[in-house]
């Protein structure tokens, strides 16, 4: 694979954001104006990878720190052009938003994956993250979830992860 870069967002980058989000398969897609707010709102904490000279958005990781909160953060969405998935964008760009809300002075990180993404429970755990036990917890399919964590009937996997100095 070409080599890529990471950086942090651009408000014009929304677009390009949107739609590839649409193509990353069992993510919950959002309304454009969210991909929109995230880029324009939250650039310190959002980033996408790109190949050089390109310009063309390969993944990105959408994310913000909690204003009742400053020491946790919440990541909102990570997606990898499915072509290039399994080459590493995925782990760099979780690794820079985790490099950047520790810089910022965060301990904690929280996110939510639907219970049928099993590739992305899978990567998470590997790097780390924790099933958070702190709620109304039920089983399906063999995995651990919050019942009705997004609303009633969507049940979630919400993780954690404690931030030290190699995260």
Known sequence: MENFQIRNVLEKDFTKIAKLAENCNI?????????????????NTSFVAEIPGKREVTGFILGFISQKNPKEAYIHQLCVKSQLRRKGIAKKLLEKFLKGVRDFGC?????????????????????????????????????IVVKDYDGPGKHMVVFYKYLDNKS
């Open 107 to 143: 301990s904690k990180v929280f996110l939510i994956i639907k219970p049928e993404n099993r590739v992305s429970i899978k990567f998470h755990k590997k790097l780390g993250f924790e099933l958070y036990e702190n709620q109304k917890l039920i089983e399906i399919n063999g995995q």
């Open 27 to 43: 993510m919950e897609t959002e309304r454009n104006t969210i991909y929109h707010i995230f880029t324009k709102f939250f650039k």
